[in-house]
């Protein structure tokens, strides 16, 4: 560890620094003045030991100041501060400093992105945070750049192309992670074509100091990276679809725990979900949807626990891990926390991976438990093996739990944490070439997935064979008794209980928390208020309405003396194309901002209300030589390549293309193919979307556009709203 010696007492000192203005708390997971990461900390508790602000006073809380961030897409990064000044990025891998107390703008910083990076973006553009060491602020760009910038000017002092092949769809969404003397990233992508992994860099200069690879590469080709690849591809068919990547990108998770000189993270899923097309045969499929423990020095496994073996539902192991100290059989143990998307809740021993307590903390129909004794879950092929008839599983792909940070609260000893209780059916579908090659930079899923909070609606949609086989399964009567629940809740992470629960707006309302040792509980909603709940009781001390949604996780730091609470405002992420009617978007659209509150601040501006929605301009006359085929043929391809942004609802981030005005339909194919749109962030699809199948997407289109001003016409005329609900049929959330 000596190479690590001088950056690690740094490292500590500051840390001493930072806490040394909170209110005398010894609990290493409390943050003091400052907020050292986008997590609160090395323990990423999201935890303040600031006790200026609490119960009594909280309900005088108002706006400090604000920050116009200057984009309407996508806010997930929550705020650092050091010494007086706020660090923190915005969609793309914007970055900004500012003035912590006063909010004036200090330095900005914008990458240049290649905005063909969207065509692999299962998620919008989001970015979840800088990282700040030695001097230097360190973000990802979507394209997978790492930039290393001078704290004090925003000048680029060196940055790192991060990505290994660019001819697959990567993409980095998440924060930096500061490991002694290197800086740790990794990269999403596992819905489309790639081969995860995790790189460190020097912070001093940025040379790549070591890269770990989450996915065996076709044996064929030679030798693994390292040995425990070649364990972990005994774990995978030999027929397994090597060329499309295998998944397990490490998108989120990622932790230093300098205790052990470990760093651990969190695997994705694997890549294409289908276990039988994926690796036929079936198989553990190493590491994907894993907790990997990497020596910090050398990236070489201490430890690996697989939460979710031979993924085949979208159960990424990427949602935030959480270090704790607990009493264990009598003993203090560190240990880590973690909920992933597959249902259940993690509590394993740091130094080991062995798992203490696994317990469910939503409805699971894929497995039955776990076994303590060898840590596997009790699996139920009869209920999760779609690729043998249609299933409905629970949780749903968008996860029991997802990248919204939870808070852990150590004198508590309580999780606090949105919780989504729903599923969908799953089901395979046919590849739209029958030879099913390697789709580069797009979604090589090939599966359906129906939320079942809108199932029973959207399954009338399907073939009546299939409704009645889908309305034979077990979890139908789930799906009749609670379609869903979405839940803020306080955890106890042995038992998976919670001590209490109360319900969010909607399904896709699921905002990151933070919890302070006054006894406060701090989250946003994505109907644009920003609420304080008492800790022990969930119940609302106070409440601001913002009118801009909020899911990004609140931070609290103090400057002279004023304790502040921070939050990044802005809807967006996955299923960014469906905004729901509850939500603050869809009334007062999307202008991303900052929000700064402290005791005895002033009202917070909302924005101007959106027009109403207008009729869906006449489209031009049908295209020639356009018949029935083409007209399914284009609605395939759209639904296979672009619906996973364009949603086509009334109100939405992104264009409906059923209202297209004539300009746009003139350049249909200069858009599509050509990339004319590119630097507005609409990729150019030449190489995967051939021009007969851009004239049957066309086709499609302005027949569903016929079809939508003839409705809105007689919706108009009736004095009818034209925005009545629709169905979110499709998402990633």
Same mark, same amino acid.
């Given at each position: 560890m ?18 040394? *203005?909170?209110?005398?708390?010894? &609990?290493?997971?409390?943050? $003091?003045? #400052? ?27 108002? %706006?400090?100041?604000?920050? #116009? ?8 990064a ?18 900004y ?8 703008? %200090?330095?900005?910083?914008?990458p ?15 970015n979840?945070g800088?990282?700040v ?18 704290? /004090?000017t ?14 697959r769809?990567?993409?980095?969404? *998440?924060?930096?992670e =500061? ?7 990794? @990269?999403?992508?596992a ?11 020097d !912070? ?47 998108? &989120?998770?990622?932790?230093y ?6 760093? +651990?993270? $969190? ?20 590491? !994907?949807?894993? %907790?990997?423990?990497?020596?910090a020095?050398?990236?070489?496994? /201490? ?10 539902w ?13 009493e ?13 998307? @597959?249902g259940?809740?993690?509590?394993? #021993? ?13 409805r ?25 008839g249609? /299933? ?6 968008p ?33 739209? &070439?029958?030879?099913?090659p ?15 909070? #809108?199932?029973?609606k959207?399954?009338t949609t399907l ?5 009645d086989? =889908? ?24 038992t ?25 509980v ?17 119940? +609302? ?16 730091y ?6 502040? !609470? ?25 202008? @991303? ?6 005791? &005895?601040g ?12 207008? =009729?869906?301009?006449?489209?031009p ?10 007209i ?15 949603? @086509? ?16 339909h ?5 858009? !599509? ?6 630097p507005? *962030? ?13 004239h049957?997407?066309?086709a ?34």
């Amino acid at each position: 560890m000596k190479v690590f010696s001088a950056s690690l007492t740094a490292a500590a000192a500051l840390l001493l620094s930072a806490c040394s *203005g909170s209110t005398g708390s010894s &609990d290493s997971t409390a943050m $003091g003045d #400052d907020w050292t990461t986008p997590k609160g900390g090395a323990n990423a508790a999201h935890f303040s030991g600031l006790t200026d602000i609490n119960p009594g006073n909280v309900g005088r809380l108002g %706006l400090a100041w604000s920050y #116009d961030l200057g984009t309407s897409r996508v806010q997930e990064a929550t705020p650092v501060v050091l010494d007086g000044v706020m660090y923190t990025s915005g969609n793309l891998g914007r970055t900004y400093a500012l003035n912590a107390a006063t909010g004036e703008e %200090l330095w900005t910083f914008e990458p240049e992105v290649d905005m063909q990076a969207n065509r692999g973006a299962c998620c919008d553009q989001g970015n979840r945070g800088v990282a700040v060491a030695n001097g230097k602020v360190m973000v990802a760009a979507l394209d997978g750049w790492l930039y290393a910038l001078d704290a /004090k000017t925003g000048k680029v002092a060196w940055k790192a192309d991060t990505i290994t092949d660019h001819s697959r769809g990567y993409t980095i969404t *998440g924060a930096p992670e =500061v490991a002694g003397n290197l800086v740790l990233i990794g @990269n999403a992508g596992a819905e489309y074509d790639a081969r995860g992994y995790v790189t460190a860099y020097d !912070v001093a200069s940025g040379e790549q100091a070591w890269r770990f690879y989450t996915v065996p590469h076709d044996p064929a080709q030679g030798p693994q990276e390292n040995p425990e690849l070649e364990e972990a591809v005994k774990t995978w068919s030999p027929e397994s679809r090597w060329d499309i990547g295998g998944g397990g990108t490490v998108w &989120d998770a990622i932790n230093y725990d300098e205790r052990f000189g470990t760093v +651990i993270i $969190g695997v994705g899923n694997a890549g294409p979900y289908n276990l039988e097309r994926r690796s036929p045969g079936g198989g553990d499929n190493l590491f !994907v949807a894993s %907790l990997v423990a990497l020596d910090a020095r050398t990236g070489r496994v /201490k430890w690996h626990y697989q939460e979710t073996p031979g993924d085949a539902w979208d159960f990424t192991s990427t949602q935030p891990i959480v270090f704790a100290d607990m009493e264990v059989e009598g003993e203090m143990r560190p240990v880590l926390i973690h909920a992933p998307k @597959n249902g259940y809740m993690f509590v394993l #021993d740091r130094e080991t991976g062995k798992p203490i307590a696994i317990n469910a903390i939503v409805r699971t129909s894929w497995a039955d438990g776990y076994d303590m004794e060898t840590g596997r879950p009790k699996e139920k092929p009869e209920s999760a093996y779609y690729w043998k008839g249609p /299933k409905i599983i629970f949780p749903a792909s968008p996860g029991a739990r997802n990248w919204y940070p939870p808070a852990y609260d150590p004198d508590r000893e309580l999780y606090f944490a949105s919780v989504l209780d729903m599923g969908n059916l799953m089901f395979t579908t046919p590849p739209l &070439d029958p030879a099913d090659p390697h789709r580069k930079k797009a979604l090589n899923i090939q599966t359906a997935l129906l939320f079942t909070a #809108d199932l029973d609606k959207s399954i009338t949609t399907l073939p009546p064979p299939l409704q009645d086989m =889908v309305k034979a399964l077990p979890e139908w009567q789930w799906v009749k008794d609670k379609p869903y629940s979405s839940q803020i809740r306080a955890i106890d992470p042995m038992t998976g209980k919670a001590k209490w629960a109360v319900d969010t707006e909607g399904w896709q309302d699921r905002p990151g928390v933070m919890a302070t040792k006054t006894g406060i509980v701090f989250h946003g909603s994505i109907d644009g208020r920003f609420i304080a709940r008492d800790a022990e009781t969930g119940n +609302i001390l106070t409440e601001i309405d913002t009118g801009t949604a909020i899911m990004a996780a609140p931070m609290t730091y103090r400057v002279d003396g004023v304790q502040y !609470v921070a939050v990044q405002a802005g809807f967006g992420g996955g299923g960014w194309g469906f905004v729901p009617r509850y939500s603050a978007p869809y009334k007062y659209g999307n202008a @991303n901002r900052l929000l700064v509150f402290k005791i &005895d601040g002033g009202e917070v501006p909302k924005p101007d209300p959106l027009p109403a929605p207008q =009729v869906a301009p006449e489209p031009p006359a049908q295209l020639p030589g356009v018949t029935p085929a083409t007209i399914a043929r284009g609605q395939a391809v759209f639904f296979g390549n672009c619906a996973i942004c364009h949603s @086509n609802q009334i109100i939405s981030g992104v264009p409906d293309l059923r209202r297209m005005q004539p300009e746009i339909h003139e350049a249909f194919d200069q858009i !599509v193919l050509e990339g004319a749109f590119l630097p507005m *962030g609409m990729p150019r699809w030449d190489d995967l979307i051939s021009k007969e199948d851009a004239h049957a997407i066309h086709a499609w289109l302005i027949d569903e556009q016929t079809k939508v001003r003839e409705r809105e016409l007689k919706l108009k005329a009736a004095g009818k709203p034209l925005d009545a609900p629709s169905l979110t049929i499709l998402s990633s959330y």
